[in-house]
């Protein structure tokens, strides 16, 4: 079956646009996490989405970032207002529970502010 | 806090040799996850480890786990050039409100050469 898919791959922005970022997970996946990968680094936990609710938002960096997940699948990673400190791969993973499965990984979309 | 430890950040090896990789982490979890990345690629789950003493291996890597030490390692055996990929570990965050968002180590940067 399909894996986790993500769009745009690449995305270039001007400071101070605004960008939406998709992720599409494996169907049936209850849980949905977002990280953040700077370069040369290990991705950093965002936030996690457990079908529709976000129950965890505590790694989001700002108020300018953003998730939702409306209807329990697609989920759309928002950020306002971009900086150049927003450049990096956001990849979002997709596990069948939360605790205690693998998240599987899309390939991620690769930010980069100008 | 949980913090994930990785070293070497960066290996290079020549062909038929082994090595292994470490990783350290601070504070009791119940799984530890070994990925691998390829250049602007994605994660690639290789292997969890779910309780103390467990090994696991496919093909020229081992994984193990020593959660009373909160080591793992990650042995490569007769390393050969497709092995050349970054290798990251992971920690489930599994207390108070984290809901199983995985912590990451660094990664190590490994180069098989010829």
């Known amino acids: 079956g399909a894996g986790v898919s993500q769009s745009p791959r690449y995305k270039v922005a001007k400071r101070g646009q605004d960008v939406a970022l998709r992720c599409d997970p494996i169907?049936?996946?209850?849980?949905l996490f977002w990280y953040q990968q700077a370069l040369g680094q290990g991705p950093e936990f965002l936030t996690y989405?457990?079908?529709?609710?976000?129950?965890?938002k505590s790694g989001l960096p700002s108020d300018r970032f953003f998730a939702e997940r409306p209807e329990g699948s697609v989920s759309t990673l928002k950020i306002q207002r971009t900086q150049q400190e927003d450049s990096a791969v956001y990849l979002c993973?997709?596990?069948?529970?939360?605790?205690?499965?693998?998240?599987?990984f899309g390939p991620g979309t690769r930010l980069l502010v100008l | 806090e949980l913090k994930v430890e990785q070293n070497p950040l960066f290996l290079s090896m020549q062909e038929g040799k082994n090595y292994t990789i470490y990783c350290n982490y601070s504070t009791t979890s119940d799984r530890l996850y070994w990925y691998r990345q390829d250049p602007g690629k994605s994660l690639e789950s290789l292997f969890v480890?779910?309780?103390?003493?467990a090994v696991k291996q496919e093909g020229r890597l081992m994984a193990s786990l020593d959660t009373k030490a909160r080591l793992s390692t990650l042995h490569i055996t007769a390393a050969v050039h497709d092995l050349s990929a970054t290798y990251f570990c992971?920690?489930?965050?599994?207390?108070?409100?984290?809901?199983?968002?995985?912590?990451f180590g660094k990664g190590t940067k490994l180069s098989v050469k010829p």
């Open positions: 992971a920690v489930e965050a599994s207390w108070g409100g984290s809901q199983g968002n995985l912590i």
């Open positions: 993973a997709s596990s069948s529970l939360a605790l205690q499965e693998t998240q599987y």
């Open positions: 989405f457990q079908n529709e609710a976000q129950l965890d």
């Open positions: 169907s049936g996946h209850v849980s």
């Open positions: 480890l779910l309780s103390n003493g």
